[in-house]
């Protein structure tokens, strides 16, 4: 079968790169995103047959019905290596009823417990099998330099994902005021020869301008290429890379859910994303169109409720719009940037170029009527607000005894206020430990503005964890987790925000 390629959402890059194409490069000619020309139509048969297969085989299946570059053969030896004993439940992404009617789809068990590793566990092993094409063909002229800008949880999850490849580098850069100390920690221990980490003096937008800006930058780049061979690269959820395996788990949840019980064959489910840069709930879309019977995509979003906004409106307006502090951090975000492949889906690429230009020099645009009823037909939205979803935590525990962290909370909630007869699949995105001082705050009654208490406000990040294992006993803490203060921190550079800072810190790295 012919390989799929790609085109891009603003139509001005017609390379049509391959699947393994799509992936080094990360974004097209002309700053758009790639997306496949084409889409597989699975029978359900199709689909229901995941059911019997372990989660490895699952993958294959859906990357082979995407019709990537890669032979079957080597996509189930890459896959049995992504998806292998570095995850906690052999399942990898276990569906779990906790009561009847939601389902949570839990897609923490890898070795960073945040869903970031369901893609990034397997695409880097791409991004190698790409390098390994070249380097045979002869025509692989400089190793890769990747560099990434993170609220937390990327950072984290690219390092594990790269750490130790072949002719890969990888630099993060983190806000260094702006991360959870669990998190920081999680980084600045990162094992591997070709691997470095940064905070910046500044928030999550001033790490990604400047991660941008030398991106963008072409001195640097010439420089990167003459004095060290090396090209930049990017892991951000912008690459088709990221997406695809997160249509693979849906797919092999409603087979779950068949085979559990909670749906019959053939009837629709809903599925409820708590969402940042509309990559994970994008992945949902995908499944629908390629036929697994997914009826509401409910998008949830926390009080940075640009989305929410959006799907109720069909206006995107970030304009006067300021960037709120949330429990849930990894969807704190006010540009959405996987939304412009949605917006091709249901528009063209002429109208997206509009609408993103009118996004840069106005900080909004309107989609026409014709574009707003289609995404109507798949997508409500809703947001939760920082106290609501710190009581949703102890609430659902109280409940029923299952324990989510602060982005699973948001979705249970709007999946809880917007659900009709069909069952739900609510997207769990982080283990609660990696949040555990909001979920300290919110199993002790707090709100998210108070302050801990003062047995726990000097507590680290990781003995916090234990305070929750007391009034949550059977509560587990990731073993990677719970080594955390013992481990020995390897990175501890903090640099100016800006282009200059970025640059300055990659070149003292590298020597
Ligand atoms: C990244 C992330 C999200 C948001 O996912 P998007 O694909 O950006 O919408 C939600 N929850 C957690 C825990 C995350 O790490």
Redesign the pocket.
């Known amino acids: 079968m012919e390989a799929t390629r790609y085109r891009d959402t603003r139509g001005l890059d017609t390379t049509r790169p391959s699947f393994t194409d799509a992936v080094v490069k990360g974004i097209a000619n002309g700053g758009g995103l790639y997306v496949p020309e084409t889409l597989p139509s699975l029978a359900l048969d199709d689909i229901l047959s995941l059911s019997d297969l372990s989660y490895p085989e699952r993958a294959t299946r859906v990357f082979g019905w995407c019709s990537v570059d890669v032979a079957p053969e080597r996509t189930l030896e890459l896959m049995n290596a992504a998806y292998g004993s570095q995850w906690d439940d052999s399942r990898i992404a276990p569906v779990e009823e906790v009561v009847p009617g939601l389902h949570v789809l839990e897609l923490w068990h890898g070795p960073t417990s945040?869903?970031?590793d369901m893609a990034l566990q397997c695409m880097p092993l791409f991004f190698s099998e790409a390098i390994a094409v070249q380097q045979a063909a002869g025509t692989l002229a400089d190793d890769y330099l990747v560099l990434v800008a993170t609220s937390g949880?990327?950072g984290k999850a690219a390092l594990e994902g790269f750490a130790d490849r072949d002719h890969t580098r990888i630099v993060v850069f983190y806000p260094a005021d702006g991360v959870s100390d669990i998190q920081r920690k999680q980084m600045v221990t990162q094992r591997g020869d070709n691997v470095g980490v940064f905070g910046v003096r500044g928030n999550f937008d001033d790490c990604q301008n400047a991660v941008k800006a030398a991106f963008s930058d072409e001195a640097f780049n010439n420089e990167l290429h003459e004095t060290h061979s090396l090209k930049l690269s990017s892991a951000n959820?912008i690459n088709w890379g990221r997406l695809l395996p997160q249509i693979t788990y849906y797919v092999s949840a409603y087979a779950d859910m068949v085979a559990s019980g909670g749906v019959v064959a053939g009837e629709p489910i809903d599925v409820c994303?708590?969402?940042?840069?509309?990559?994970?709930?994008l992945g949902a879309y995908y499944a629908k169109m390629m036929g697994v019977p997914l009826g509401k995509l409910l998008c949830a979003s926390n009080e940075n409720n640009v989305l929410a906004d959006f799907i109720a409106t069909g206006t995107y307006d970030i304009s006067g719009r300021r960037f709120v502090t949330t429990p849930?951090p990894?969807?704190d975000i006010l540009i959405s940037s996987?939304l412009e492949r949605l917006l091709f889906e249901l528009a063209d690429a002429d109208r997206v170029r509009e609408w993103m230009a009118s996004l840069a020099s106005e900080g909004r645009f309107q989609v026409d009527r014709a574009t707003f009823g289609l995404m109507r037909e798949h997508f409500i939205g809703d947001w939760v607000s920082n106290d609501e979803s710190l009581g949703v935590i102890s609430r659902v525990f109280d409940e029923t005894g299952y324990l989510m962290?602060p982005?699973t909370a948001v979705a249970w909630e709007v999946a809880e206020r917007l659900r009709d007869a069909n069952p739900v699949l609510v997207v769990s995105?982080?283990h609660w430990a990696k949040f555990g001082a909001d979920v300290y705050k919110a199993l002790t009654g707090l709100m998210y503005g108070d302050p801990l208490p003062s047995d726990a406000a000097d507590l680290s990040g990781v003995d916090l964890l234990a305070k929750v294992q007391e009034l949550a006993e059977n509560a587990r803490v990731p073993l990677a987790l719970a080594g955390l203060d013992a481990a020995t921190e390897r990175f501890s550079s903090v640099v100016s925000a800006g282009r200059d800072g970025v640059e300055d810190a990659v070149r003292s790295w590298l020597t």
């Open positions: 945040a869903f970031k949880d990327t959820s994303v708590p969402t940042g840069n509309f990559g994970n709930i849930s990894s969807m996987n962290d982005h995105t982080a």
